[in-house]
């Protein structure tokens, strides 16, 4: 069913910035480049060394990527189910329904959210049985794997899985611990090849100190439905530690300790629709929380002092997903417009002029060299907040000229960066005019210093100009032989 509902939204359009770093960054892995050192990243390394194994197996594409996505989203389907189903099969069912619901509305690509929710959602499944040697290292192992994707789950992680964990006994506990110290190995790795500076810098200093103050969206910037969202996901998330409390003295204390990890996890996700309150974030970081909502209201049910009719609590949990299903039901997918360029697409919205920028690329990709440096990014190099990345999958023979593969303000254009250099050093410019209008109620307004543009405008021409899309030639590539112009 959630295959079903997820199948139109491999033709949906794609996010130019967020899901080009999904296809980028694990190419770019593949071919020696590491993230931290030769390219900025504020996410763990396990969606990009997930992905890269995806496309070292089945090619480097938009729906292999697409592929990952959907492998996320069934994972926490059938988690969800199965933490759930310890409850019976109905309110397993009930949960799993809200869960298709949600997750069908939501877009395919590879989010390192969907992939760390995922994993974290594995571990609790595994953590079901705290007598099982083998099922508490699996989850130990998962909840370092979505620790990896996303290193912010940090705090929620720990303090959902200390019920659990403080309940297994010394073999189980140990068991665990290796099984997350295994999965967290790929970090320390990075940590050796980059400095645990570099690495620090770009998990923690990087999104908190520098990117965050600029990136965030405050409350009062949201839609009144967007909110109501919000309000519904704090009320559910307390609805759920409430039952995980009054289920730890119900006669199977395991379940109760299971039921609140899991809603002290789903709470602890609230600081990602905090951090950007936008219909995206504040969606996503529900899900969990709604998912488990219709268990809990079983489970409460379960424990007034005269029981319900087992009639009645089916009747009110079923209402219960059919009411989350009602609040989160959204529209259908947009199709998107393919862009084809050495055998690789991207499908772009039509507000994006994707005429424009297939006339951009093709234009390119004839005018370029194979092995050239080529630097993508907005126009105006003081205003870093959004690019096309998408840019660098489709023209593979050009080499990213830049350490900055997505624009990060405060990052990209902070004082002392790196960006002028690298766009002194590139051969060939990509600039889009479009996200020199993207105005948001924060930081990211702050212009950085002018010294880019400067260098733009000294040491390159302009090219061709399609739309808003921009290409400019570095002014040293004048004495080389063109290729023959088409007729204008």
């Not at 005018?367 to 489709?394: E, K, N």
């Not at 303000?409 to 993207?438: E, I, K, Q, T, Y």
């Not at 302009?462 to 004048?478: E, T």
Request: charged share 15%; aromatic share 12%.
């Amino acid at each position: 069913m959630l295959i079903a509902a997820l199948w139109p939204a491999f033709q949906s359009p794609g996010q130019p910035e967020d899901e080009g770093i999904a296809l980028v960054y694990p190419e770019m892995f593949l071919k020696g480049r590491l993230p931290y050192r030769d390219f900025e990243s504020n996410y763990g390394p396990g969606n990009i060394l997930i992905l890269s194994t995806a496309y070292s197996v089945f090619g480097t594409n938009v729906f292999v990527e697409r592929a990952v996505g959907l492998i996320y989203r069934l994972l926490i389907l059938m988690a969800i189910f199965g933490v759930t189903q310890r409850w019976g099969t109905f309110v397993a069912s009930a949960c799993a329904l809200a869960a298709i619901v949600i997750l069908g509305h939501s877009d395919v690509w590879a989010n390192t959210l969907f992939a760390g929710m995922a994993f974290a959602l594995c571990a609790w499944w595994m953590m079901a049985n705290v007598r099982s040697g083998w099922r508490c290292f699996a989850g130990g192992f998962f909840g370092g794997l979505a620790l990896l994707c996303r290193c912010d789950f940090g705090l929620a992680l720990a303090v959902s899985a200390l019920p659990v964990f403080l309940s297994m006994q010394r073999v189980p506990k140990t068991k665990f611990l290796v099984g997350a110290s295994v999965a967290l190995l790929p970090l320390l790795w990075f940590g050796v090849l980059v400095g645990p500076t570099q690495l620090v810098d770009n998990l923690f200093v990087l999104p908190v100190f520098r990117i965050g103050p600029r990136g965030n969206l405050p409350i009062s910037a949201a839609t009144a439905d967007v909110v109501l969202v919000f309000c519904l996901y704090v009320l559910a998330s307390g609805v759920n530690v409430a039952a995980g409390f009054f289920a730890l003295r119900g006669s199977v204390p395991e379940d109760g300790r299971l039921l609140l990890g899991a809603a002290l996890f789903a709470l602890g996700l609230i600081h990602y629709p905090l951090s950007r309150f936008d219909s995206g974030h504040v969606f996503n970081a529900a899900l969990v929380s709604f998912a488990i909502l219709p268990l809990s209201i079983s489970v409460l049910f379960s424990l007034v002092a005269k029981p319900l009719p087992r009639r009645l609590k089916i009747i009110a949990t079923g209402i219960v997903a059919l009411g989350t299903i009602a609040v989160l039901r959204l529209g259908p997918y947009d199709k998107g417009v393919f862009i084809k360029q050495n055998g690789r697409s991207f499908p772009l919205a039509k507000t994006s002029l994707p005429q424009a920028a297939d006339q951009a690329l093709s234009e390119l990709q004839r005018a370029s060299v194979d092995g050239q440096l080529l630097f993508v990014g907005p126009a105006d190099l003081r205003h870093t907040v959004y690019c096309d990345t998408w840019i660098y999958h489709m023209l593979p023979q050009l080499h990213p000229a830049t350490y900055f593969l997505q624009m990060n303000p405060g990052s990209a254009n902070a004082p002392g960066s790196r960006l002028a250099r690298d766009v002194a050093g590139a051969d060939w410019l990509f600039l889009n005019r479009a996200w020199d209008f993207l105005v948001e109620p924060n930081r990211s307004r702050e212009f950085g210093p002018n010294e880019p543009n400067k260098i733009v405008r000294a040491k390159f021409d302009l090219w061709r100009a399609y739309g808003p899309y921009l290409i400019l030639r570095n002014k040293r590539l004048r004495n080389l032989v063109e290729r023959e112009l088409p007729d204008r």
